[in-house]
């Protein structure tokens, strides 16, 4: 290749980069403001939790004086760590349950096409669409008949009750793509419909699990408005709860609010950089499998 036609070469592969640069800087601009609206609230949250009560500075300016006191008081207290365990005991269970019953009921959704299934399918479809608060009333009247008041299987249930048709409906559509000749197999080689599932479709369910672990973990963990009716003991409340104490009709202490929730969302951070690397693990083993 002659010296001219290298320099062309090079001159064209120069303006094709520059094209694509240009083509995608809008996205890089999109990206950068998606980042910024998650950024600024945490970027506020964490000043705020080193601010003290007569700080006149604004929400966005840094603190007059850097003050450790509303970590120190809160840790002091020891009701954080009450509502750690409290939260951990509703999001861990209610997760295990949820990711348990919807796996094993989306199985034989996803595998059998019949009208009765298609049924059940629209009826999750339908609840999922109901807003949890819409029925409270009637909830908590349920909960009082069942004296489960002031108990954590009370909760428990009802986070279940209402994040179980979502987790049915992404295992079933996950489980769907899994080809039907992996059973047939396990089938030829001996294996029952419990032992297909278990040895054959589990492993393969790594990802979703990690999907659901995270959102619906992060939702229990999150969870206000039916821990405020279920869970009134001192003792019982969730970090949620906790944090709803430094507001008052006398006054608001929002450098006591803002520690209180980074404090809660470290726990949850770590939980969910952990079950980041098993999805993407997950994701390389269903490829190659």
Known sequence: MSREKKNKFKEEEQHFYAGQKKGYLW????????????????????????????????????????????????????????????????????????????????????RNDSKFNRFIRTVFMGVMMIPPLTILVGVYNFLVGAKAINTYWGLISVLVAFGLPMAVFIFSNFISSIPKSLDEASIIDGANILQTFFYIILPQLKPVIATVTILHGVSAWNEYAYSMYVL??????????????????????????????????????????????????????????
């Not at 990711?99 to 989306?106: R, S």
């Not at 939980?271 to 994701?283: E, R, S, T, W």
Request: glycine residues 6%; proline residues 4%.
């Open 27 to 110: 996205k890089y601009l999109l990206a950068f403001l998606v980042a910024a609206v998650y950024i600024i609230p945490l970027y506020v949250l964490v000043l705020q939790s080193f601010k003290g009560i007569s700080d006149a500075s604004s929400a966005l300016g840094m603190p007059e004086v850097f003050r450790l006191e509303n970590y120190t008081s809160i840790i002091k207290d020891g009701t954080i760590f009450r509502a750690f365990k409290n939260s951990g005991i509703v999001a861990v269970c209610t997760t295990v349950i949820e990711i348990v019953l919807a796996c094993m009921a989306a199985y034989p959704l996803a």
């Open 232 to 289: 009134q003991k001192p003792e019982m409340m969730t970090i949620t709860l906790t944090i709803k104490k430094y507001f008052s009709s006398v006054g608001n202490n929002y450098g006591g609010a803002a520690a209180a929730a980074v404090l809660a969302i470290l726990p949850i951070t770590i939980v969910y950089l952990v079950l980041q690397d098993a999805f993407v693990q997950g994701q390389v083993d269903s490829a190659i499998k």
